[in-house]
């Protein structure tokens, strides 16, 4: 079974620190990972994808890969409340011919 | 932009009870997907369609079918509702291609079997 492990949270960080969030993954040979973003009774939204090793930034989001140890991270600079939401980690697998793997979610909560 | 709908936010039903949650895409995309997501379970794939009459077995097919008769619906139906499917079930739709990975959902639809 290929799974993909967050810690569930919550998070908690005063507005403006780094947040970091975590993921790994079983299957070696995935490809594909994703941070999704979910805000409370809503839906996910896509908001990070990254393919190679090493970091991808996206304004304040920073996404970072390291496939030898089979993890994926999302920094969160400058914390708002407003991105107070849980966030799903996604891995595309070997063969997953679109069959996204989801994490079960880290909450974060950011305090003012 | 990719809008993605979900017939109703709100459904309650009774044990026994032949279901249908209906969710339609209005940007021509060949994938759709069916999930239900339960408290510290995450996202469960429950069936995908990657074509017109075409379906695969997600995760956690038992208790639930689906039908695809056109491009931009995709149903999911329980041919008998109970009280273990009530969940937070969500439809989302991709492009195909290595090129397209995001998947879009439609706003969720909250279902309560009695």
């Known amino acids: 079974q290929k799974e993909v492990e967050q810690n569930s949270g919550p998070l908690s960080v005063p507005e403006g620190a780094i947040a970091s969030l975590n993921c790994t993954y079983s299957?070696?040979?995935?490809?594909?990972f994703f941070w999704y973003r979910q805000y409370s009774g809503k839906s996910p939204e896509l908001i990070m994808s990254?393919?190679?090793?090493g970091d991808k930034e996206d304004g304040r989001f920073t996404a970072q890969l390291n496939k030898a140890s089979q993890y994926v991270s999302l920094l969160i600079r400058d914390s708002q409340p407003s991105d107070s939401a849980t966030y799903l980690c996604?891995?595309?697998?070997?063969?997953?011919?679109?069959?996204?793997?989801f994490g079960a979610g880290t909450r974060l909560a950011v305090h003012p | 932009d990719v809008k993605v709908t979900q017939s109703s936010r709100y459904l309650v039903k009774r044990t026994g009870e032949k279901v249908f949650l209906e969710c339609v895409q209005d940007m021509d995309h060949e994938n759709m997907f069916w999930y239900r997501q339960d408290p510290g379970l995450g996202l469960r794939l429950i069936y995908f369609s990657y074509d017109v009459k075409m379906k695969e077995k997600g995760d956690i097919p038992e208790g639930y079918s689906v039908s695809r008769e056109k491009k931009e619906r995709f149903s999911l139906i329980l041919e008998s509702a109970s009280t273990n499917q009530t969940s937070m079930y969500l439809c989302a739709s991709k492009l195909s291609g290595a090129a397209y990975n995001e998947q879009f959902f439609g706003p969720g639809t909250r279902l309560t079997v009695l």
């Open positions: 990254i393919y190679s090793n």
């Open positions: 996604a891995v595309l697998p070997s063969g997953g011919y679109n069959k996204l793997i």
């Open positions: 299957d070696r040979g995935s490809q594909s």
